[in-house]
């Protein structure tokens, strides 16, 4: 799957999530740049890129995560 | 049929439900109005959990308004969990609209459950919620791991039941809320395997042995039970269960369950509210049997044992029986000829529903829509008391269109699935059964009867007179509480001041010697109506004023409320007062009863502040009515003084 097609899904999933009108997908996003963020959306936004993408996170790994761009990276290694 | 967790009754969400959302998001930042209509028509939809948290924030943000419109219960839920129930929390306000609830919630501290509900100045004390969802696992109840020693294991489970209970006693008397009491989720995990269920101490055992003891000796008639056991395992304890989430963050369920968990909160909050449904409207064709009556014949259709498809459509008929015999109304509106679709229920032998099951029967070539307001009609209901069953989608699509409030499950085209549909739909959800329930499907038949004297009889006078009525007024009692605290909650329409009380506040105005209460019971020769009026008024030394007067549609037009205030108005006179007062206070369902100060004599003497309007009866210039039935009135012990003698007003 290409980078762009898992940001342009990524960007759809947190602006359902996050409850956003829109959003400019950049690698460095975090939480601290999106005030709906927080620690109970982060989990809905987890198990929502779960099921998009049809595989399940563990722990570990969701801890490890700093910013959206790491998440971009996760993805594309789950799926090759 | 579609993935549970997804509520497959309701339609899914509409693929521009984002749109719909900003639209009305905009609406409402432009100062427009955002209706209560709108909102109930996107959370008809199985949303997930992002979605129902977009619509919650809408609700939250347009709460006072919506308040204000009047269509939909407001609720204040307290919230007490030793875990995290914020998404439940969060998904409440959108599912509440589903149910004709709006839903707020009020939260307890993370690991304060205990303070919170045992000091009465605690924040969840002064936000006065109306409910309190007691919310305690199996971890912080000690029923975790096993305890091995039998008597352990006893004790374990004894402690764990006296907590509760003395929780729920904390939240009654320094909250003075309703409690809602949940059943414990087993789980999937065994520890010796089977054998679990041979343990005394296993955690299924003590999990089990809790729960049964729970229900059987805890929950008291005024508690609300959530079975999380039974919501649990309906969904499969292993998916129910996600254990990376209840150590991540102490979730008591998978993300999934949470939209399912939030409607069982509402179902819950909306029966207790009186607002779940009351009657099942069945299509016949291809919904009650297999085929088309006036195609096949008789022989023609599916219906009984033997094949697949009509076993199916017998378990249809069956659970629409049994839904009968706890109270559900049935009706049938089907687009047939009336005499063909009579047919299967007088000649088919494998029919289990007969004609005498169906309270009401359209069957012609109208359209639904207007079928189904005749059927609420006849029945003295509101449309946002019926359930419709029917295959066809575009019938379901036209009732939807033009009945919104009606509900109509999505059932698709496999008769098998219909049963379980309508079950797990949770629109009959109840918080009690009692010999009322039991009678109602007979009383509502005895109703349609009557509907057809009157066209017969013709005249009204000898109409009433024909119904040979038998009128009891008796101040409240112990015996008569529970369905006082029914009426009180559920009745709309004929309710002068809408004014709620829970059983607690009925039992401090039974005991209270400023208060005359009247419970009124009718029989007439087709059958007991049971309870159908409720009356307080506060007893002045002049004056006597009415603060709650409620009756049952379904006696409307008997002439009950005028013997009603001749019992009234003979109390007040002989305790020496010279006027009666009363208030109607207006709500979007009782303009029924607009006039209906007026039409018993009073004199109006004003606007009501907040809206509505006042009235007085001078009681020197009141005399009693000559009125078509029988009246006793009861006394009890503390009405002995001034009640009048049993009168019969009859001529």
Same mark, same amino acid.
């Given at each position: 799957m290409e980078r762009s097609a898992i940001t342009a899904q990524l960007t759809e999933i947190m602006i359902d999530v996050f409850d956003l009108d829109e959003l400019e997908y950049r690698d460095d996003l975090s939480a601290a740049d999106i005030e709906e963020w927080d620690s109970l959306s982060n989990i809905r936004f987890m198990v929502a890129v779960e099921k998009e993408f049809g595989f399940r996170l563990s722990n570990s790994e969701i801890e490890s995560l700093k910013n959206v761009g790491e998440m971009v990276d996760l993805i594309e290694r789950k799926l090759a | 049929m579609a993935d549970l967790l997804a509520l497959p009754w309701l339609l899914p969400a509409p693929p521009d439900f984002r749109a719909r959302v900003r639209a009305l998001r905009s609406a409402h930042g432009a100062g427009e109005a955002v209706r209560t209509a709108d909102l109930v028509a996107l959370a008809g939809h199985g949303l997930d959990l992002s979605q129902l948290g977009s619509l919650g924030k809408i609700v939250d943000s347009r709460r006072q308004s919506l308040c204000a419109e009047g269509r939909l219960r407001p609720v204040l839920l307290g919230i007490a969990a030793t875990h995290t129930l914020d998404l439940v929390a969060e998904a409440l306000p959108a599912t509440g609209l589903r149910h004709g609830v709006l839903v707020d919630t009020v939260q307890t501290d993370y690991g304060q459950l205990a303070q919170a509900v045992l000091d009465p100045s605690s924040a969840l004390a002064a936000a006065r919620p109306d409910f309190v969802l007691l919310a305690l696992d199996a971890a912080a109840l000690g029923l975790a791991r096993p305890q091995f020693e039998a008597a352990a294991a006893e004790a374990a489970v004894q402690s764990a039941l006296d907590y509760v209970a003395s929780l729920r006693d904390g939240v009654r008397a320094n909250i003075g809320a309703g409690v809602i009491l949940h059943t414990l989720a087993t789980p999937a995990e065994a520890l010796f395997g089977s054998y679990d269920a041979r343990v005394p101490g296993s955690v299924r055992w003590l999990i089990a042995r809790f729960n049964q003891r729970l229900c059987a000796e805890v929950v008291q008639d005024s508690d609300l039970l959530l079975d999380m056991a039974a919501m649990a395992e309906m969904v499969g304890l292993a998916r129910w269960h996600d254990p990376l989430r209840w150590h991540d #963050?102490?979730?008591?369920? #998978? @993300?999934?369950?949470v939209p399912l968990y939030a409607d069982h909160v509402c179902r819950l909050l909306a029966a207790a509210r009186g607002l779940s449904r009351k009657c099942l409207v069945l299509d016949l064709d291809?919904? @009650?049997?297999?085929?088309?009556i006036g195609d096949d014949g008789v022989e023609g259709i599916k219906l009984g044992q033997g094949s697949a498809r009509g076993e199916a459509h017998l378990a249809v008929q069956s659970f629409a029986l049994d839904l009968r015999r706890r109270g559900i109304i049935l009706a049938v509106c089907s687009k047939n000829e009336e005499a063909a679709a009579l047919i299967p229920f007088r000649?088919?032998?494998?029919? /289990? =529903? *007969?004609?005498?099951?169906?309270?009401v029967f359209i069957a012609n070539w109208t359209d639904k829509a207007t079928n189904l307001k005749a059927i609420a009609q006849a029945l003295n209901i509101g449309t946002d008391a019926l359930v419709f069953l029917d295959d066809n989608p575009a019938e379901r699509e036209r009732v939807r269109q033009e009945l919104p409030e009606v509900a109509v499950p999505e059932v698709g085209d496999e008769p098998s699935d219909y049963v379980r549909l309508l079950s797990l #739909?949770?629109?009959?959800? #109840? /918080?009690a059964f009692n010999d009322e329930d039991r009678k109602r499907a007979d009383m509502y038949q005895a109703n349609a009867q009557r509907a057809s004297a009157l066209q017969k009889v013709g005249n009204l006078d000898e109409y009433l007179a024909s119904l040979e009525m038998e009128c009891t007024i008796a101040p409240f009692d112990d015996l008569g509480r529970a369905r006082i605290a029914q009426l009180v909650n559920k009745s709309n329409q004929f309710n002068l001041t809408t004014r709620r009380y829970t059983e607690a506040d009925i039992a401090a105005i039974q005991a209270d010697p400023k208060k005359f209460t009247m419970q009124v019971r009718l029989v007439d020769r087709f059958g007991d109506n049971g309870m159908i009026s409720v009356v307080i008024f506060d007893r002045g030394d002049e004056v006597w004023h009415c603060d709650t007067w409620l009756m049952s549609?379904? &006696? @409307?037009?008997?002439?009950v409320e005028e013997a009603v205030l001749a019992h009234v108005a003979a109390a007040a006179k002989a305790a020496g007062a010279s006027r009666l007062t009363g208030e109607y206070i207006p709500t979007p369902?009782? /303009? =029924? &009863?607009? *006039?209906h100060f007026e039409k018993l004599g009073f004199a109006c003497t004003g606007e009501r502040s907040g809206g509505g309007t006042l009235w007085e009866l001078d009681l020197a210039a009141y005399t009693s009515p000559d009125l078509p039935m029988q009246i006793e009135a009861k006394t009890g012990a503390g009405a002995l003084a001034d009640s009048p003698t049993p009168q019969a007003l009859v001529d």
């Open positions: - | #963050a102490k979730m008591p369920c #998978a @993300l999934d369950a291809n919904t @009650l049997w297999g085929g088309i000649e088919h032998d494998e029919m /289990v =529903l *007969k004609e005498d099951h169906i309270s #739909a949770g629109y009959f959800e #109840a /918080v549609c379904r &006696v @409307l037009g008997r002439r369902k009782n /303009v =029924l &009863v607009e *006039k």
